[in-house]
């Protein structure tokens, strides 16, 4: 029986990644015992406890780089958490005797390797995006092993000891429904364009404006679209529908039309042609997975810029287009749209290059990298 401890955290898009290496560890070793390091007052204590997993609290913060009173306070906060950190890494590996100990980003992952890779035991991290992130970066000197979701990001890991491209894992609920099935659980016609926008779980700003401005220029000009747009869970965004049917723009009885603040992801990516998103990693893995092309609008709120350089990965591949929040305007969005909406053959081409992007056996690339260090 192997026991793993995983940490990572601060975004879903660091959690997520651990939870699936936890069930493909699982898969194979079903005996297998599991814990996650995390903040506790984080995204990860949420997702890990409702997964049913043991959870060590880490609280480490990261360093504010703008100056200013509230983030000169902060920084002395993230000091005492890093000086700290080490010794409760320590004992909770002392306590959890883990045969391996894998980190999928996140400022929580630092200290948990390390402490990990200074006692001996095996060390693997799991890098999501093709800019890397700083901690991965710093961690790869250390593990043993650095798994890549894109070949894109090898660069930033030549001084790593083994670095292996597996892809990221994506749900399994992303089956290869047909877009027939799922558009007929929507309610909607099988040969009418149909356009899937989200900026996540939480909503986007940007994307719900847009999102909006699009909707409204169909009914302006008549044109015959369906359109799936969830604004998401923040609670700023409650009363958009609301706005929106303010503003003139029909959504309620508009059978082309589903607006809400959740939706069922794997069932709308299924049925639409074309996707307008984020470039969060599991977002656009979860697009190459369905073979959809995309207009991609990174986050400029994020660090080192990555989902932009996430965005180009599908761009270069001829499989989406980027639109930085910079260069976007009403006009060149919606022109950009309805090319894509306009050209079926377009759609066609590019949803064949974005499934070329996806790694299929991403699950076994894992495993197999990660048995080589279990049997050791």
Known sequence: MYRVLLAGGGTAGHV?????????????YPDTQFCFAGNPDKIEAELVKKAGYRFEPVRIEGFQRHINPAN???NFKAVSYLMKSGRTCKNIIKDFKPDLVVGTGGYVSGPVVRAAAKMGIKTAVHEQNAYAGVTNKLLSKHADLVMLSVKEAKKYFEKAKKVVVTGLPVRKAFSKMSKQEARKQLGFDADTVCVLSTGGSLGSLTINRY???LLKYYQ??????NHIHSYGTYPDYKDYVKTLEESGVKV????HRIVDSYINMPVAMAACDLVITRCGACALTEIEAMGRPAVMIPSPMVAENHQYYNGLVLQNAGAGVVIEEKDLTEEGFIKTVMEYIGDRAKLEE????AAKLHIADTRERIMQALD???EK
């Open 72 to 74: 000169i306070k902060r």
């Open 350 to 353: 590019s949803a064949k290059n």
């Open 16 to 28: 997520n990644p651990a939870l699936a290496i936890a069930e493909i560890i699982k898969d194979k």
């Open 252 to 255: 309620n009885d508009d059978p």
């Open 372 to 374: 080589k260090l279990l």
């Open 211 to 213: 999102a909006a401005k």
């Open 220 to 225: 302006d000009n008549d044109i015959k679209v």
